[in-house]
């Protein structure tokens, strides 16, 4: 679903559910390119996904939540391997909220993605023998 935003600069995303699926979000304008709409979509849509799968680890604790899909997209790793962006950019706003756990995580999403870690184990995992 696509919404009308009226500010210059940024977009905007959020999730919910219908009455029957859940939906994803994004407002933008004639400004927005196709690659920012498509790489907040993919991080909407991986807060539904840990949603939807119940992942506990994830959706109970917002500082997680946010700190790892900022490391992911938009402008994170998987961004870059889409093609959608070519270097990672963490949000300032989530920085200042969750500085210790950016600080902390940073080098180990790093070298999981950077040693391709996630064709052996998944990311929670990965998180749990490292952090």
């Not at 959020?14 to 979509?41: C, H, M, Q, Y």
């Not at 840990?50 to 109970?60: A, C, K, P, Q, S």
């Not at 600080?103 to 996630?118: A, G, H, T, V």
Request: net charge positive; with cysteine.
């Amino acid at each position: 679903m696509l919404g009308f935003y009226p500010w210059t600069k940024g977009l905007h995303g959020s999730t919910g559910f219908t009455k029957k699926f859940p939906a994803v979000a994004v407002f933008v304008n004639e400004r927005t390119r196709i690659e920012e709409i498509l790489d907040l979509v993919y991080h909407e849509a991986l807060h539904m996904l840990f949603r939807l799968n119940n992942v506990t680890e994830i959706t109970g604790n917002r500082a997680l939540e946010e700190t790892l899909l900022d490391f992911i997209c938009p402008n994170g790793y998987i961004s870059i391997a889409l093609g959608l962006k070519r270097t990672i950019k963490i949000s300032p706003k989530h920085y200042q909220e969750f500085k210790e756990l950016y600080d902390k995580l940073k080098p180990i999403i790093k070298e999981y993605f950077e040693r391709r870690r996630f064709e052996r184990t998944s990311i929670l995992e990965y998180l749990k023998k490292t952090a």
